[in-house]
T-cell receptor
Framework: DVKVTQSSRYLVKRTGEKVFLECVQDMDHENMFWYRQDPGLGLRLIYFSYDVKMKEKGDIPEGYSVSREKKERFSLILESASTNQTSMYLC????????????FGDGTRLSIL | AQSVTQLGSHVSVSEGALVLLRCNYSSSVPPYLFWYVQYPNQGLQLLLKYTSAATLVKGINGFEAEFKKSETSFHLTKPSAHMSDAAEYFCAVSATNSGYSTLTFGKGTMLLVSP
């Protein structure tokens, strides 16, 4: 089974802090994704990566950046955290084919105070 | 552009009753379609997927979905609801098989199961 591991289940940070969310997958998948999930809005794509050091903006990239230095690891960075970034963050990975399903981690519930 | 509409943010059924969760999609090309389930405080788990083989797709936990191109629908059903089915369900569409393709999700439907 594919295992996608997010480093923290719950995280509390202060406004203005730089926040790192880490995600690791163990299936040598080419593609990795970061989403945020808010009640009534479903999942919205922040960034995705289709190869090491490659990244593409999703639907809501503002206020975020990403890093993929190794194939198995994909980091989401909140450059200067704000209260409107309080949310559930989900990481996913997938092979290089769009017909294949994405596999999700358990999520990080991030609160910005 | 692709989009997904899930009708009903909440659906309530009694234990043993039929479950029907609706999903309509728009896509300019034949799509790949997925249903995911999310239990409280967990990530999304794949229930089933349609990738242009059989139009009736069987998934885990007794769920199935039928792809109807003429109706642009991919509704999820289960003949008899169980208490453990209470969760949030998401329909998603991918328009291409390329490595650059992404999923577009519906806003989700919360399934409530009463005894």
């Amino acid at each position: 089974d594919v295992k996608v591991t997010q480093s923290s289940r719950y995280l509390v940070k202060r406004t203005g802090e730089k926040v790192f969310l880490e995600c690791v997958q163990d299936m040598d998948h080419e593609n990795m994704f970061w989403y945020r999930q808010d009640p009534g809005l479903g999942l919205r794509l922040i960034y995705f990566s289709y190869d090491v050091k490659m990244k593409e903006k999703g639907d809501i990239p503002e206020g975020y950046s990403v890093s993929r230095e190794k194939k198995e690891r994909f980091s989401l960075i909140l450059e200067s955290a704000s209260t409107n970034q309080t949310s559930m963050y989900l990481c996913a990975s997938r092979t290089g084919q769009g017909r294949q399903p994405q596999h999700f981690g358990d999520g990080t519930r991030l609160s910005i105070l | 552009a692709q989009s997904v509409t899930q009708l009903g943010s909440h659906v309530s059924v009694s234990e043993g009753a039929l479950v029907l969760l609706r999903c309509n999609y728009s896509s300019s090309v034949p799509p790949y379609l997925f249903w995911y389930v999310q239990y409280p405080n967990q990530g999304l788990q794949l229930l089933l997927k349609y990738t242009s083989a059989a139009t009736l797709v069987k998934g885990i936990n007794g769920f199935e979905a039928e792809f109807k191109k003429s109706e642009t629908s991919f509704h999820l059903t289960k003949p008899s609801a169980h208490m453990s089915d209470a969760a949030e369900y998401f329909c998603a569409v991918s328009a291409t098989n390329s490595g650059y393709s992404t999923l577009t999700f519906g806003k989700g439907t919360m399934l409530l199961v009463s005894p």
